[in-house]
């Protein structure tokens, strides 16, 4: 049997290739690192973690990405295995031990023995007697195979910045300020309920660090001036400069913390560090990409209290994504309109998170294994994350609009995406809903349905199931 090709071995890539491997494909990944690396990556492993140690919300009764975790655990994904097996204390969310996580990626899909593993660049379009082709390069794609994407849709890619938060030693942390709290107490996956670092700002202290943010110097990117930035990862800068309180009320807010040290003094802001590895000796600064020059970082972020002699593992950064205009390139199942022997997968569609990559993976790898084995199988419904996700990168959220999508941007699985679900008004009991319960019922509402249908799309489907169990918990 003629193998799949996938070409790149980040999350989707990895994820793609055991997908199709699962089904009894052969698969040959190919991935350029360490021949040639990017402007982001540190290491030539499989799966690395660039941006964050996290996988966000495990929720899955209230949260959209909870749902996503839960259908791909449902569906066999390697990544959440993995994650799941290396996670660190992160309160409600699924964060994980980077080394530790790429590590047993790299190992399964190595492992694994109808995947070959070859280093190097593909320098332009695969060769044409690749008939099945997977392209999961991610927003890094190497500057040749993006060109000749371009140069084969007619139309260029889309771009937007992205960075990267800074990572501190945490015996560097002065814990006689900083204390150690999740946000309202809640308990995470591990069951733990004291997970992030907190750091304690007053007013004071919050509009002198706002200050000293706008004043500080930037990198500057004059060759892609006008390029924009990812509204779900903006630089800490960029925030700042947006209003005075849109730090303390994003990723600085002090609401559900009591600082142990003067429990009856409310911060006026308060900056959260999160485990980021398995020994617990280094802790990323949440929230805090930024494009500061280096040295500027360094005297910034200690203003912070707690931090005042942090000493920074990695300082934070910025680089340039790409991804294409799918709704307008890509045909329901992934494949490109212009060549549909080329199928594309993770942030390179206009998804936007690892987990959101991983799923697209997931499907592309299915998709393109039944297409070798000449089977049919249907993608999700988009009453499930998974067919939701899918729904906005292919365009079936805008069918209606016959000139195509007028601005499309990567964006993070939300139940925005789901179709619309009844309101419920009253709960069990048939007491009345009233504000904001009405919303978390309307979230219940919306992850059962995609549960019974993700269940229902795994019964008809010819899917290999390692944990069917879809109830919200």
């Given at each position: 049997m003629r193998p799949i090709r996938v070409i790149g071995g980040g999350l989707a890539g990895s994820e793609a290739a055991w997908q199709a491997a699962e089904a009894g494909v052969p698969v040959v990944l190919h991935e350029m690192r360490p021949a040639r690396m990017t402007a982001a990556h540190r290491t030539d492993r499989l799966a690395e973690l660039v941006c964050s140690n996290s996988f966000r919300s495990d929720d899955a009764s209230t949260n959209a990405v909870g749902v996503l975790h839960r259908e791909m655990r449902a569906l066999g994904s390697i990544v959440i295995e993995a994650a799941d097996a290396h996670q660190v204390p992160a309160g409600g969310a699924l964060a994980v031990d980077r080394d530790g996580f790429s590590l047993a990626v790299e190992k399964a899909v190595l492992d694994h023995p109808l995947i070959a593993l070859e280093r190097g660049e593909i320098a332009g379009l695969p060769p044409e007697a690749w008939d099945n082709v997977i392209v999961a390069t991610g927003p890094l794609t190497s500057f040749?195979?993006?060109?000749?994407?371009?140069?084969?849709?007619?139309?260029?890619?889309?771009?937007?910045?992205?960075?990267?938060?800074?990572?501190?030693?945490?015996?560097?942390?002065?814990?006689?300020?900083?204390?150690?709290?999740?946000?309202?107490?809640?308990?995470?996956?591990?069951?733990?309920?004291?997970?992030?670092?907190?750091?304690?700002?007053?007013?004071?202290?919050?509009?002198?660090?706002?200050?000293?943010?706008?004043?500080?110097?930037?990198?500057?990117?004059?060759?892609?001036?006008?390029?924009?930035?990812?509204?779900?990862?903006?630089?800490?800068?960029?925030m700042a400069e947006r209003g005075r309180e849109t730090l303390r009320h994003g990723p600085m807010k002090p609401f559900g913390l009591t600082n142990v040290h003067a429990p009856a003094v409310k911060p006026y802001a308060v900056v959260q560090l999160r485990q980021d590895n398995a020994l617990g000796t280094l802790f990323n600064i949440v929230g805090f990409q930024t494009k500061l020059k280096y040295g500027e970082q360094g005297r910034v972020f200690r203003m912070i209290p707690g931090l005042e002699r942090a000493e920074f593992a990695r300082l934070g950064g910025i680089h340039r994504n790409t991804y294409l205009n799918s709704p307008r390139l890509l045909d329901a199942r992934l494949r490109l309109k212009a060549c549909p022997r080329l199928r594309f997968a993770g942030q390179i569609t206009g998804c936007e998170g690892y987990v959101e990559s991983a799923a697209v993976g997931l499907i592309a790898g299915r998709l393109a294994a039944a297409d070798r084995l000449g089977m049919a199988l249907t993608t999700p419904p988009p009453t499930t994350a998974i067919g939701a996700l899918l729904n906005h990168i292919t365009g079936g959220h805008i069918e209606s609009i016959d000139v195509g999508p007028r601005s499309f941007q990567p964006m993070n699985v939300n139940?925005?995406?789901?179709?619309?679900?009844?309101?419920?008004?009253?709960?069990?009991?048939?007491?009345?809903?009233?504000?904001?319960?009405?919303?978390?019922?309307?979230k219940r509402a919306l992850s059962e349905r995609a549960g019974r249908d993700m269940q229902g799309w795994i019964g008809r489907a010819d899917v290999s199931v390692r944990d069917s169990s879809l109830s919200v918990s």
């Open positions: 040749a195979l993006a060109q000749a994407i371009g140069g084969l849709t007619g139309e260029g890619a889309l771009a937007f910045f992205d960075a990267i938060a800074p990572i501190v030693h945490r015996d560097s942390i002065d814990m006689d300020i900083a204390w150690m709290q999740s946000r309202y107490d809640k308990e995470g996956p591990g069951g733990d309920a004291a997970a992030y670092v907190n750091c304690p700002m007053s007013r004071d202290q919050y509009e002198a660090f706002v200050d000293a943010l706008i004043a500080a110097e930037k990198t500057e990117f004059r060759d892609f001036e006008g390029t924009p930035y990812f509204e779900g990862c903006l630089p800490i800068e960029v139940f925005g995406l789901f179709p619309p679900i009844a309101e419920p008004r009253v709960d069990g009991a048939g007491n009345r809903l009233r504000g904001p319960e009405r919303g978390v019922a309307r």
